[in-house]
């Protein structure tokens, strides 16, 4: 059954904790305290202490090393896109150009062609 906000806010504004597993969503203290304590497999005493909150939300060097490397590594793979978007635009300009020049030749060899063989004909009946 679901909570009615006004239950949920009852239940957050008291000290009150459910006695449910770490999965538990039946209330906005325990997705709170969810989100606070990070994802995990075990629930611990300790994690609703001030110091596990504070090592949790302030991120350790090796943490903030391994976010900087994926935000390098994301603004590489933007560049990348842009870069081949780019490429290919070129690619689509290179083609049309390309089909221009084939019909132009296409064209002339035709008329090159009938002319060719016309100026003859053309001649013998001046005679």
């Known amino acids: 059954a679901a909570n009615s906000p006004d239950e949920l806010s009852d239940f957050s504004a008291s000290s009150e904790t459910c006695d449910q597993d770490l999965r538990c969503t039946c209330c906005r203290g325990c997705r709170l305290r969810l989100l606070n304590t990070g994802i995990g497999l075990t629930r611990s005493p300790s ?50 150009i390309d089909r221009i020049f084939l019909w132009i030749f296409i064209v002339t060899c035709i008329l090159g062609t009938t002319i060719s063989f016309l100026q003859p004909l053309m001649s013998a009946n001046e005679m």
Not at 54 to 82: C, F, G, N, R, Y
């Open 47 to 96: 994690a609703d202490t001030p110091d596990a909150l504070l090592a949790v939300s302030v991120p350790s060097s090796e943490v903030q090393e391994a976010a900087d490397s994926i935000t390098h590594i994301v603004e590489q793979m933007k560049m990348q896109d842009e870069y081949k978007e780019v490429q290919d635009d070129w690619k689509y300009v290179a083609l049309v």
